[in-house]
């Protein structure tokens, strides 16, 4: 099992890298977090033919988030494709999986499954967590449980609780990083290094990654090195992603 990150910049695309996606890639299916333009590279990662279940959760409809959803019609998923969302996903990815903004839900060579989350949770066939996160409007943070291993999601939010209860015990807990290090702004909620390393360090977590780096406020990779610095000071099991990392969950 491990981790992929296709997208690790927040916002728009950058030399840096791509916005957020990240792939948890296990023995019996993928797990796509967001689909931001990262997961375009998602047909890197599944040979022509892969029949293993491929599952994407969506935290929230902000463009960096969703951008990359035209292109996944070239990503093999001979065994479907099941996107999670908050309750209203239904509704809004008939208008966004549809004509004129690209190729309709119901034209994609594969069968398209949407699950409004935490209400269908169940339907899942792993262990899944939806809460709400603290952002500017709904977001869904996310904790899943495959094959023994525990990887939880928290893109864009302020501190909060139930972004510790999402990454308590986790293998890895991937916390979004938009604020440099001392930042923040109530009006639009994010995490700082600090923050994030708070809630890895209060959730007990093995590791932390960082992601969806502001790119306005992380122009180069060495920023977000800073970064990684300042969230180790509190967290030493900290890493800052960038596009093309793998992370082994073991």
Known sequence: MKVVFLGTNGWYDTETGNTISVLLQTAACDIIFDAGNGIAKMDRYRPPGDGRGCFLFLS????????????IVKIPCGGGLTIC??????????VILAQPFTIPAADLPYAVTILELPRETAALPFV?????????SLTLGY?????????????????????VLLARGADLLIAEC???????????????PE???RIAAEGDVKALALVHFD???YPTLEDRLRAEAAARR??????AARDGMEIPIT
Do not use: K
């Open 60 to 71: 929230h409809f902000h463009l960096d988030h969703i951008a990359g959803l035209h292109t």
């Open 85 to 94: 969302g908050p309750e209203g996903t239904r509704g809004i990815l008939g």
């Open 128 to 136: 899944a967590e939806a809460r709400p996160l603290r952002h500017a």
């Open 143 to 163: 904790r899943v449980e495959v094959e023994g291993r525990v990887v939880a999601y928290c893109p864009d939010t302020g501190y909060c609780e139930n972004a």
């Open 178 to 192: 938009a604020y440099p290090s001392g930042m923040g702004d109530e009006s639009w909620p994010h995490l700082n």
């Open 195 to 197: 923050e994030a390393a």
């Open 215 to 217: 790119a306005h406020q």
């Open 234 to 239: 509190i967290f030493p099991g900290t890493v």
